[in-house]
């Protein structure tokens, strides 16, 4: 029953998670780095700090005790994420939610869930699970190329004039590299929250309860996760606010509602961080592999729903959105091998 329990925690998630990013569609007037730098400082630095000293001042007292190696592994592996974010925003710039999310979530889903799995199951590790995790990852990667080929397919049918459309070809195949350096480093907070368990192992101890919160216990990891993942956003976001002077952004009348919305994405996001963490540790030892395709799987989803109803795919062609749902389908279905063999 824990383990059920578990599982819809991590679909509330994967909600959160394909739906944080709809907020920006919203916005008005600021530029990519305005809304991102309001976003990361929120959700990286100003919340997790507040969890930290307003609910778990205890974690201040256990870190020192912390091997110096871990905390150093798990910041590497947070400041790694926070490069794939910012690509992954970046992505989101140039290819819409619909095909940002699908590119992004699905390399995210294969390196996240196959790296704890593999390292978590060296000596239970036989042909037949090597057998089912290459076909998934296989269908994985199927599904990626399929839906960048929608969305190629989709660009190119909403532009008519040349000189536009080459232009549009170009930054269609810079999003496609960045989406998929996005996919491999942003499965690196997935790799965090795994080699951070001993951390949790330890502020679970320090907790003075029988029934320990597991929001605090998997905090001791976001932490240091986040607060690393932070730089890469604040560095890139505060170059272009200098750089392109669009800090000016801010001074304007009738920001209200962009601070709203861009602080409602962090908040939105940070929900998901917060309900992956208790629905992983939840769903015990397959957490972090099981647990993390699902959060991918229910993201892919909820991020083509907005897209949907964002209207970036009114107009296309049935040619393109039959290869956008098959690409999905491969997606889901690399998803579902994994999930089913563990059962």
């Known amino acids: 029953m824990t383990i059920i329990t578990g599982i819809f925690i991590v679909i509330l998630s994967g909600i959160l998670n394909g739906s944080f990013a709809a907020p920006t569609k919203k916005i008005r007037f600021w530029k990519w780095e305005n809304t991102w730098l309001v976003y990361s400082f929120v959700s990286m630095i100003l919340i997790p700090t507040g969890i930290t000293f307003i609910f778990a001042p205890e974690l201040l007292t256990l870190y020192p005790s912390v091997p110096l190696f871990k905390i150093l592994q798990i910041a590497f592996f947070g400041f790694c994420w926070g490069i794939g974010s910012v690509m992954f925003g970046l992505a989101i710039d140039l290819m819409g939610i619909s095909i ?6 699905g390399g995210t889903a294969a390196f996240g869930s196959l790296i704890p799995y593999v390292i978590g ?3 239970n590790f036989v042909w037949t699970d090597d057998l089912v995790m290459a076909i998934a990852l296989i269908l994985t990667i199927l599904g990626i190329a399929i839906s960048s080929n929608a969305g190629k397919i989709r660009e190119n049918e909403k532009v008519v004039d040349i000189e536009e459309k080459s232009l549009k070809k170009n930054a269609f195949r810079k999003g496609l590299i960045i989406s998929f350096l996005a996919g491999f480093l942003s499965s690196m907070l997935n790799w965090a929250f795994y080699f951070g368990q ?9 907790m003075d309860s029988q029934t320990s919160n597991l929001i605090v216990i998997n905090h001791s990891i976001w932490f240091i996760a986040l607060l690393a993942g932070s730089v890469p956003f604040l560095f890139y976001c505060g170059y272009l606010l200098i750089r392109m002077r669009t800090y000016q952004q801010y ?16 908040l939105i996001w940070e929900g998901c961080i917060i309900f992956y963490g208790i629905g992983a540790s939840k769903m015990g030892a397959i957490g972090t ?7 991918m799987s229910m993201t892919v989803i909820f991020g083509n729903i907005w897209g949907f109803m964002s209207g970036e795919w009114k107009g296309a062609s049935l040619k393109s959105r039959k290869l956008m749902y098959i690409g999905m389908a491969f997606l889901l279905i690399g998803i579902a091998v994994i999930t089913l063999s563990k059962f």
Do not use: E
Not at 198 to 206: F, G, R, T
């Open 100 to 105: 940002g999310f699908t590119i992004v979530i």
């Open 121 to 123: 199951h060296p000596n």
């Open 198 to 206: 001993p951390i949790a192992d330890s502020a679970k101890a320090l």
């Open 251 to 266: 001074l304007k009348a009738g920001n209200g509602i962009n601070w709203f919305y861009a602080i409602l994405m962090a």
């Open 289 to 295: 592999s099981l647990g993390w395709l699902i959060l």
